[in-house]
């Protein structure tokens, strides 16, 4: 049974549909290396200067600020995962790379 439900896991880890799922799927991994790494969510806050309540309430809740979740990744040591987070272009048609080609150097979006 624990092979099957692996391989559940690894089938929803590619299925996550919402940001509520994608929120759960962020903190669980957080805490997945933050515990690999014998750190106590208190050795987190101190380091991190992220409060203790907030790492409490992402762990649990999957609630936390976009500048608190780089603190903690810079402490884990996943900067360089949190810079490249939007860096590759994504599409699903030749029309979508067409319009991204032709908008690549403009500073913002119009109507």
Same mark, same amino acid.
């Given at each position: 049974?624990?092979?099957?439900?692996?391989?559940?896991?690894? /089938?929803? =880890?590619?299925?996550?549909?919402?940001?509520?799922?994608?929120?759960?799927?962020?903190?669980?991994?957080?805490?997945?290396?933050? $515990?690999?790494?014998?750190? =106590?969510?208190?050795?987190?806050?101190?380091? =991190?200067? /992220?409060?203790?309540?907030? !790492? $409490?309430?992402?762990?649990?809740?999957?609630? !936390?600020?976009?500048?608190?979740?780089?603190? !903690?990744? #810079?402490?884990?040591?996943? =900067?360089?995962? #949190?810079?490249?987070?939007? /860096?590759?272009?994504?599409?699903?048609?030749?029309?979508?790379?067409?319009?991204?080609?032709?908008?690549?150097?403009?500073?913002?979006?119009?109507?």
């Amino acid at each position: 049974m624990a092979i099957s439900d692996n391989i559940l896991d690894e /089938v929803f =880890s590619y299925t996550l549909e919402n940001e509520e799922d994608i929120a759960e799927k962020i903190a669980r991994d957080m805490r997945c290396r933050r $515990v690999e790494r014998n750190i =106590s969510r208190e050795m987190l806050a101190k380091e =991190s200067g /992220v409060a203790l309540a907030n !790492i $409490v309430r992402f762990e649990n809740y999957h609630l !936390i600020s976009l500048q608190n979740l780089i603190k !903690i990744a #810079m402490c884990l040591g996943y =900067s360089a995962e #949190m810079k490249n987070l939007f /860096v590759q272009q994504k599409y699903d048609t030749l029309e979508e790379l067409e319009i991204i080609k032709q908008n690549m150097n403009k500073k913002r979006a119009r109507k």
